[in-house]
C-alpha cells in the first residue's frame, strides 16, 4: 500500500505517529502502539449464514488461510501484561489470505467503541496523556479532555485483565458496510468472541502475575491444541450512527456468527513475512466496503506510515 498523495492526509498521518512518539518513545522495528505481540497461523471456515450476508470471497468459500496477532496496547516492546495500562486495550488483528499478494484484514481490540469519533481529537487525546504527569496540577490536560468527553472517560475506565488472549472478546473500531449477491447494503461490526468463553482474572489473581504471563500463556495454549475464535457480526438498525466510532448499537440489533478461526500454531518471532505485515483497516476487495467513519482513513495511513518505518528498521 501507498503513502497518500494528499499532503492534508499526509500531515494528519504524521502528526499522529509524532503524538505516538512522543507519549512512547522510539522503538526501530516496532509498532508506536500495540508494538508486544505474538502471530498465529490458522485458517477461517464461514458459515452458510455469511454467504447471505456478503459476497466477499473468503465468506464464499470453505476455508481460508489466516494469520491472526493477540497484543498488549502499548507502544513500548517491553509493556507488562500485567498493567492494565499497558495492555489495555488488548488488540485483534486478522488477517485473511486470498492468494498471493491478496487478502484484506479485520482489527479489533477488547473494549466495543472508541474514545473519540476523528483522528485530530485522537491527537488531542494523545498529547493530553502525555502532557499529564504526577506533577501536573490538577485538573491536568487528560482531566480536562475527559471531563469534556463522557464518551472519552468511559472508554478509558478500568477493566478486568483476561487469563488469556484467547480468553477475551473482541470488537472492530468502526463499522463496514456489506453487500449480498443482489446488492443489498447492510451496516455491520465485528465482534471476535472466543470459542472456550471469557475469563478473567480478580485483582488479587492478578497480582500474581508476572509482565508476561499473557504471552506465556499463549504459547502454552497453541502447543496444547487449536485455539478457536469466533467471528460474528452485529448488524445495525434503521436509525442507528454508522459513522461514529465512539456511538454503541443496541445490544438488542441482529448478531451473525459468520464463522470460525482455528489457529493452530504460533508463527516464529523471525518469520519474514510475519515481521511485514501492515495491516489494513480498509477492506479493499467486493463484498466488504468501508462505511463514512472518518477513522478508517487516517488509521490507514498510519499503518502504513508506521509499517514502512518498521520495515526499514527491521532490514525485511
Not at 22 to 32: E, K, T
Request: proline share 11%; with cysteine.
Amino acid at each position: 500500500m501507498p503513502l497518500p498523495t494528499d499532503e492534508k492526509r499526509l500531515a494528519l498521518a504524521k502528526e499522529i505517529v509524532q503524538s505516538f512518539d512522543d507519549l512512547n518513545g522510539v522503538h526501530p522495528g516496532f509498532r508506536p502502539a500495540h508494538a508486544k505481540g505474538r502471530l498465529l497461523s490458522g485458517s477461517f471456515s464461514p458459515t452458510p449464514e455469511a454467504a447471505g450476508l456478503s459476497k466477499a470471497v473468503h465468506f464464499n468459500t470453505p476455508s481460508t488461510p489466516v494469520v491472526l496477532r493477540f497484543s498488549d496496547f502499548a507502544g513500548i516492546p517491553a509493556a507488562a501484561d500485567n498493567n492494565p495500562q499497558q495492555t489495555t486495550p488488548r488488540g485483534c488483528a486478522f488477517r485473511f489470505q486470498l492468494g498471493e499478494h491478496k487478502h484484506t484484514d479485520i482489527l479489533a481490540h477488547s473494549i466495543d467503541g472508541f474514545p473519540v469519533r476523528t483522528a485530530p481529537e485522537f491527537v488531542e487525546f494523545l498529547n493530553a496523556i502525555r502532557a499529564s504527569g504526577p506533577d501536573v496540577p490538577h485538573p491536568n490536560p487528560v482531566e480536562q479532555f475527559l471531563g469534556s468527553r463522557p464518551k472519552a472517560l468511559a472508554f478509558v475506565q478500568p477493566r478486568p485483565i483476561p487469563t488469556s488472549f484467547a480468553r477475551e472478546n473482541y470488537f472492530s473500531v468502526t463499522a463496514y458496510k456489506f453487500v449480498d449477491s443482489a446488492g443489498t447494503v447492510r451496516h455491520v461490526r465485528y465482534r471476535v468472541v472466543p470459542g472456550a468463553g471469557t475469563e478473567y482474572l480478580s485483582d488479587a489473581q492478578l497480582a500474581t502475575k508476572g509482565p508476561d504471563f499473557l504471552m506465556e500463556e499463549l504459547a502454552t495454549r497453541i502447543a496444547a491444541g487449536p485455539i478457536v475464535m469466533q467471528l460474528w457480526v452485529q448488524i445495525a438498525g434503521d436509525g442507528d450512527i454508522v459513522d461514529d466510532a465512539t456511538e454503541h448499537w443496541p445490544e438488542n440489533r441482529p448478531q451473525v456468527l459468520l464463522g470460525t478461526i482455528t489457529l493452530t500454531a504460533p508463527v516464529p518471532p523471525d518469520d519474514v513475512e510475519g515481521r511485514r505485515i501492515i495491516f489494513d483497516p480498509i477492506p479493499r476487495l467486493e463484498g466488504v466496503e468501508p462505511s463514512a467513519d472518518p477513522l478508517l482513513e487516517p488509521r490507514a495511513d498510519v499503518y502504513v506510515m508506521t509499517g514502512k518505518r518498521r520495515r526499514a528498521a527491521d532490514g525485511v
